[in-house]
């Protein structure tokens, strides 16, 4: 099991009521596999530094999990396949 | 006769290495906006005055703050 973050941009066209429930749907995978997620910090919305799929804005959100490799590949496999993500980035922090 | 110019730099701190920061975060887009130029170029060391260690640091974490917009690439301020 390892220390992850992740970070996500979600589509501004969105509400962001629903940002904090679809991401939990996403999650559950790693809960499933034993994981666990610690923390859940949607930033709400933002300007980007440059467009993004044509979009000057998106909704942030941070989310701090334990998981297995392996689960961590396959949640972020599943948020790149939704229209709804624009962008996703693992990190390891520890690693710093 | 012109006389040589002596210049005595003022030695600089590095400021992580004075706050006592190891991990520099990319999402403290604050604190990276200091070392970028305001065309978005990152900041020299000679300039900045960072240790070698945290020179590299804030530099990918702020390459990793642009794969995710916080920080641009280029800006096009002129």
């Given at each position: 099991?390892?220390?992850?973050?992740?970070?996500?941009?979600?589509?501004?066209?969105?509400?962001?009521?629903?940002?904090?429930?679809?991401?939990?749907?996403?999650?559950?995978?790693?809960?499933?596999?034993?994981?666990?997620?610690?923390?859940?910090?949607?930033?709400?919305?933002?300007?980007?530094?440059?467009?993004?799929?044509?979009?000057?804005?998106?909704?942030?959100?941070?989310?701090?999990?334990?998981?297995?490799?392996?689960?961590?590949?396959?949640?972020?496999?599943?948020?790149?396949?939704?229209?709804?993500?624009?962008?996703?980035?693992?990190?390891?922090?520890?690693?710093h | 006769?012109?006389?040589?110019?002596?210049?005595?730099?003022?030695?600089?701190?590095?400021?992580f290495c004075?706050d006592k920061i190891s991990y520099v975060?990319?999402?403290?887009?604050?604190?990276?906006?200091?070392?970028?130029?305001?065309?978005?170029?990152?900041?020299?060391?000679?300039?900045?005055?960072?240790?070698?260690q945290h020179?590299?640091d804030?530099?990918?974490?702020?390459?990793?703050?642009?794969?995710?917009?916080?920080?641009?690439?280029?800006?096009?301020?002129?």
């Amino acid at each position: 099991m390892r220390r992850y973050e992740m970070m996500v941009i979600l589509d501004p066209s969105l509400d962001e009521r629903t940002v904090q429930p679809s991401l939990d749907q996403f999650l559950a995978v790693v809960r499933n596999d034993g994981g666990s997620v610690e923390k859940v910090d949607v930033w709400g919305r933002r300007k980007l530094a440059y467009d993004i799929a044509k979009k000057a804005e998106g909704i942030y959100a941070v989310v701090d999990l334990t998981a297995e490799p392996a689960t961590v590949k396959e949640l972020d496999r599943q948020l790149n396949l939704n229209e709804g993500i624009l962008r996703t980035k693992v990190m390891r922090p520890e690693l710093h | 006769m012109a006389k040589p110019a002596v210049r005595k730099p003022k030695k600089k701190v590095c400021l992580f290495c004075h706050d006592k920061i190891s991990y520099v975060d990319y999402k403290d887009t604050g604190l990276l906006r200091k070392f970028i130029s305001d065309r978005g170029k990152i900041r020299a060391r000679r300039v900045t005055g960072n240790c070698t260690q945290h020179q590299r640091d804030v530099a990918t974490a702020i390459k990793n703050a642009r794969e995710m917009a916080l920080l641009p690439y280029t800006s096009t301020a002129r």
